[in-house]
């Protein structure tokens, strides 16, 4: 069983309508994780159902060009389920676009290449898992 105690949280990575992202550490091996809080507190009973649904999907995808699933967990007390996935320290696709626009540069074609076959890659995965990628965006 987990809780939250266990992860020390390093930085928020990012909100959703009724989640967050955060860059945490386990504290008992020092791992590195993406850890997604979901406020179950507020969800109608269809969110609620979206959640546990996605928890499902993210522990049947297997793929290098899919970001891993670890566990999930309800944290009793923030009345949160804690989703534990693999955090990809190279930082996000958004973030590198907005560096190359403070820097008054370009990805080279290589880059960009190798960026849209990853992409291509996970959501074909995706689709012949019949799964639909309904959150797709670089803001």
Known sequence: MSSLAEFQILKKIGDGSYSTVYHVR???????????????KNLSDNELK???NEVRILASIHDENVISYKHAFFDKLSQCLCIVMEYANDGDLLTKINDHIKNNSNFTEDQVWRIVIQIVKGLNKLHNLNILHRDMKVK
């Open 50 to 52: 979206n959640s546990i």
């Open 26 to 40: 386990r504290i008992n091996d020092q791992i590195e994780y993406a850890l997604k809080k979901v406020k179950l």
